[in-house]
């Protein structure tokens, strides 16, 4: 491919692009592709999926006991009363069930640690699992909603005291929570075109795609983190967000692809930016690499009314199939108060659109426009994520709580670091893990590896050659490997992002050995074109 091809592509999404590195990578039917450029993790939590198993079983039995004297294949609902009682019974005869052991311990857990009626708990738990409710309400189930706020007070606040209650919308996955988010943000006139958004880079690329679309119309403002300072953002950054035309700043903490966390100093420092100089900031966090992290900390929990939150659960949980994500915000917000301030014609707009669902319009919290706003308004009354995954999504979340050892969370930690170390001792060069580190991704600076191997010189050459993208391709076609370009995430440097969550360890050995070949390969590039010359 020419020099002139990879400079076109070099304008596609990471991910799409990530489709042409795999048909290149898979075009030997000898070798082995190695793919590490989508994070789609390779381990799973196994209790909470057959906790699903084994209430699955007692939920059909709960059903079958409507319609029990008819041969004909119906159920009916369950039934509330006594069926904590009668799911004893049933754990009588199951009692060495690893599922079963869970949900028993879960039932205890509720009502000891939330205060939660055990019996409306498990109902609801059976209801979502035989999906024959429309969820109610919409936004989330009601003790779902209390399991997992619990969860995410745990994982998302570490130590810092609570500031007060917050509610929750489950979405399906973080990219729904995104959607929903930029869409709701423009319909009530919170966004506007022409509007300035600060997006802390390098992030996730769907970040910068979505915001320039036609329907947003944004202007993007960088709020770069120091890959020389551990990622972190400095002061003069932060700065940027002192122009009140930056409506919103967006951020993914730990980062991606950098997997470094805000440190405790970062925090402190934007937290307090915010208080002082932008009380109006809107913040979106996306905190999904969050339960990776040691003594994580979100903005979240520094700003609570500036900031909505995203979490999703598919990745620590392997999970990305489900599709289980939730947005949560504080009941005080500056979302609420932004509407709250808006212009008279606009508030008479937003009562005509959210006319069939109150007679108070103006009293809709944002939050609850977030749900209607995904179902057109007037679909609302059928909103919501499906009771079957709201019951993993639970499971999950009471995994988190009830492991206090941590022992799940440690495991998966482990693995991942232990890859990190494999990939770049085969490349030759040594990696610590420093304390804000997370490890799911690594964002391999290429042109800083040719420096440290072969010298300054041939990392003038290679960056001067601009072959971040031509690298990637010869990685692929001459090796099965696929990573993604780093400049797809607004990463500066010549850089390749590899996960660290989806092959084996002997894998990444592999991909250290390969990367190294093909910057081999490179040195000898060089040293030809600096005989030449």
């Known amino acids: 491919m020419s020099e002139k091809k ?12 990530k489709d042409q590195l795999i048909a290149l990578a898979s075009s030997d039917a000898q070798r082995l592709m190695l793919n590490a450029g989508r994070g789609n993790p390779n381990f799973l939590a196994m209790l909470p999926r057959l906790a699903f198993l084994s209430l699955g079983e007692f939920s059909m039995l709960e059903a079958q006991r409507s319609y029990s004297y008819l041969d004909s294949g119906l159920g009916g609902l369950p039934e509330n009363q006594g069926i904590v009682q009668r799911f004893e019974t049933y754990a009588g005869n199951h009692g060495m069930s690893d599922g079963v052991r869970f949900i028993r311990s879960a039932i205890s857990y509720i009502k000891d640690q939330l205060g939660l009626d055990q019996d409306v708990f498990l109902y609801e738990l059976v209801s979502a699992f035989l999906g024959c409710n429309y969820p109610t309400p919409p936004r989330m189930l009601l003790h779902t909603e209390e399991i997992v706020k619990a969860y995410l007070v745990q994982e998302m606040l570490g130590s810092e005291p609570s500031a007060g209650n917050f509610s929750l919308f489950a979405t399906e996955g ?23 958004i600060g997006i802390g880079t390098p992030i996730f690329s769907p970040y910068l795609e979505i915001p320039v679309l036609a329907e947003y119309g944004l202007e993007i403002v960088d709020v770069r983190m120091d890959g020389h300072a551990d990622w972190q953002f400095p002061s003069s950054e932060l700065e940027k967000l002192k122009d009140p035309a930056i409506k ?3 951020l993914v903490n730990p980062s991606n692809p950098p997997s470094t966390k805000m440190s405790d100093a970062a925090l402190a420092q934007l937290a307090a930016f915010v208080h002082s100089t932008r009380p109006d900031l809107f913040i979106v966090t996306d905190d999904v690499y969050g339960t990776f992290a040691d003594d994580f900390v979100s ?11 995203v979490y999703s659960f598919s990745k620590f949980f392997g999970a990305t199939g489900w599709r289980l994500g939730v947005i949560a915000l504080h009941e005080e917000n500056v979302f609420d108060a932004a509407l709250a301030a808006q212009p008279e014609a606009q508030k008479k707009r937003l009562d005509a659109r959210y006319a069939s669902l109150t007679t108070e319009q103006r009293n809709l919290r944002f939050i609850d426009r977030l749900v209607a706003d995904s179902r057109a308004v007037a679909l609302n009354h059928t909103a919501g994520l499906s ?18 050892e941590h022992r799940y969370k440690n495991a998966a930690k482990q693995l991942i670091r232990q890859r990190y170390k494999t990939l770049y001792r085969t490349m030759g060069v040594s990696a610590l893990h420093e304390p804000n580190d997370v490890n799911y991704y690594t964002l391999i600076d290429l042109q800083e590896l040719g420096g440290k191997l072969y010298g300054p010189e041939f990392e003038s050459w290679f960056i001067k ?22 400049n797809g995430f607004e990463v500066v440097d010549t850089s ?3 996960s660290l969550a989806n092959l084996t360890e002997n894998e990444y050995a592999s991909i250290g050995r390969f990367t190294r070949q093909i910057l081999n390969e490179y040195f000898q590039d060089f040293t030809k074109h600096n005989k030449k010359t």
Do not use: H, W
């Not at 973080?174 to 300035?196: P, R």
């Not at 009771?387 to 206090?404: E, K, Y």
């Not at 990637?472 to 490997?481: D, N, P, S, W």
């Open 387 to 404: 009771g079957p995954q709201q019951l993993q999504m639970a499971l999950f979340a009471l995994n988190g709580l009830m492991d206090r």
């Open 248 to 250: 919103i700043f967006c």
């Open 496 to 498: 390749a992002r590899v």
């Open 465 to 486: 050659s601009d072959l971040g993208i031509g690298f990637l391709f010869r990685l692929a076609q001459e090796t099965g490997v696929v990573l993604l370009p780093g």
């Open 6 to 17: 990879y400079s076109e592509l070099a304008s596609l999404s990471p991910f799409e692009l």
């Open 174 to 196: 973080g990219t729904a929570a995104m959607a929903y988010i930029f869409q709701s943000l423009k319909q009530n006139g919170l966004l506007q075109s022409g509007d300035k």
């Open 299 to 309: 903005i979240f929990a520094k700003c609570p009314r500036n900031t909505l939150l």
